[in-house]
T-cell receptor, first 109, second 116 residues
């Protein structure tokens, strides 16, 4: 059974204080790892897809990386508008995406 | 613009009532999904459909029903058998690439259901 664990559950940062969110996974053959951003009361928005270990993707202040056991979402010099819940999900080939419980990020000005 | 539309945004249900949540997409996606989101629980899969006239149960299907009569539409009915229906419901769709890799979901904006 595919499993995804995200840590920490919640993270509070000062504006400009860089940090990383972790997504650990157990799957029988990873065929895709996905990061989404979700604002309160809204549907998740797609950020990145990673397919193989060593792959990296960047978008503004966000950078996603992937190893054989986990993925990191690095946030560089965050701003208050980066506050959201960040969701990680995996795909192993035959079933719908399996999601982690998310990390709630708060960036304080 | 292509997208996925959920309605209504807010829905109130009385005890013992069935209610139906709408989900429509114009992305020409083959697969559609329903998730339930509770605080601290993440996204839990209710039902999914990979093709018209076919659907499968997810992890928490009890008390819910779906239909997939058209490619564009995947309504979810919350029945009176669902004992704790208050939650945020998310519909999603994706291209079915027949095992050639997944490109992720497009989500709707959600429906918040409250039992009164």
């Amino acid at each position: 059974e595919d499993q995804v664990t995200q840590s920490p559950e919640a993270l509070r940062l000062q504006e400009g204080e860089s940090s990383s969110l972790n997504c650990s996974y157990t799957v029988s053959g990873l065929r895709g790892l996905f990061w989404y951003r979700q604002d309160p009361g809204k549907g998740p928005e797609f950020l990145f897809t990673l397919y193989s270990a060593g792959e990296e993707k960047e978008k503004e202040r966000l950078k996603a990386t992937l190893t054989k056991k986990e993925s990191f979402l690095h946030i560089t010099a965050p701003k208050p508008e980066d506050s959201a819940t960040y969701l990680c999900a995996v795909f192993s080939g035959n079933t719908p995406l399996v999601f982690g419980k998310g990390t709630r990020l708060s960036v304080i000005a | 613009d292509g997208g996925i539309t959920q309605s209504p945004k807010y829905l109130f249900r009385k005890e013992g009532q069935n209610v139906t949540l709408s989900c429509e997409q114009n992305l020409n996606h083959d697969a559609m999904y329903w998730y339930r989101q509770d605080p601290g629980q993440g996204l839990r899969l209710i039902y999914y459909s990979q093709i018209v006239n076919d659907f499968q149960k997810g992890d928490i299907a009890e008390g819910y029903s779906v239909s997939r009569e058209k490619k564009e539409s995947f309504p979810l009915t919350v029945t009176s058998a669902q004992k704790n229906p208050t939650a945020f419901y998310l519909c999603a769709s994706s291209i079915d690439r027949r095992g050639r890799g997944h490109v992720g979901y497009t989500f709707g904006s959600g429906t918040r259901l409250t039992v009164v």
